[in-house]
T-cell receptor
């Protein structure tokens, strides 16, 4: 059972380039999340999807777009990368509020924008 | 939105019991309280979850008073490997949403 899988694990981008971080979960969870974590800092919610077909902004959505492709997959897109987006990105999933919302995280994607 | 407040850091020694308290004054009726542990370069992992009173599992205990405005994570007999950041998370279930935001976390450092 793989849990939450993120790709790529490492990526270096030039300023202005675009890329998509992919995330998939195999736990049949309803909700999925994207967080970013800057060095020495806590996790900040970028976007989340409470259920298939819905997405909502989190704390720091500017510069990002998301797509809940189906129940399993939730992608994060940087349209025009900026150095301020250098961070570790974590995808996560949970069954939903009715189940206590325990979140399961992926291993992270290290993104550097130069 | 149920925000949480935790101490920024705590120090302990091996073999001691560590208690980390989290304040969540605006917790909603349906919200659970969940604690996560994060090691460097890894995603957070679930430790324990509770709704009220006391919950215990193989790694920790969680104490929640009757008013649920705070909670305490108790780690018995810590070891060096318990050095990590610990996050308290309270779900925002208002309106049916799952906007789960983390606080700053508590950096626990365990020494010999």
């Amino acid at each position: 059972n793989a849990g939450v899988t993120q790709t790529p694990k490492f990526q270096v981008l030039k300023t202005g380039q675009s890329m998509t971080l992919q995330c998939a979960q195999d736990m049949n969870h309803n909700s999925m999340y994207w967080y970013r974590q800057d060095p020495g800092m806590g996790l900040r919610l970028i976007y989340y999807s409470a259920s298939e077909g819905t997405t909502d902004k989190g704390e720091v959505p500017n510069g990002y777009n998301v797509s809940r492709l189906n129940k399993r997959e939730f992608s994060l897109r940087l349209e025009s990368a900026a150095p301020s987006q250098t961070s570790v990105y974590f995808c996560a999933s949970s069954m939903g509020a009715s189940s206590g919302n325990t979140i399961y995280f992926g291993e992270g994607s290290w993104l550097t924008v130069v | 939105l149920a925000k949480t407040t935790q101490p920024i850091s705590m120090d302990s020694y091996e073999g001691q019991e560590v208690n980390i308290t989290c304040s969540h004054n605006n917790i909603a009726t349906n919200d659970y309280i969940t604690w996560y542990q994060q090691f460097p370069s890894q995603g957070p992992r679930f430790i324990i979850q509770g709704y009220k009173t006391k919950v215990t599992n193989e790694v920790a205990s969680l104490f929640i008073p009757a008013d649920r405005k705070s909670s305490t994570l108790s780690l018995p007999r810590v070891s060096l490997s318990d050095t990590a950041v610990y996050y308290c998370l309270v779900g925002d279930t208002a309106g049916g949403g799952n906007k789960l935001t983390f606080g700053t976390g508590t950096q626990l450092k365990v020494e010999l």
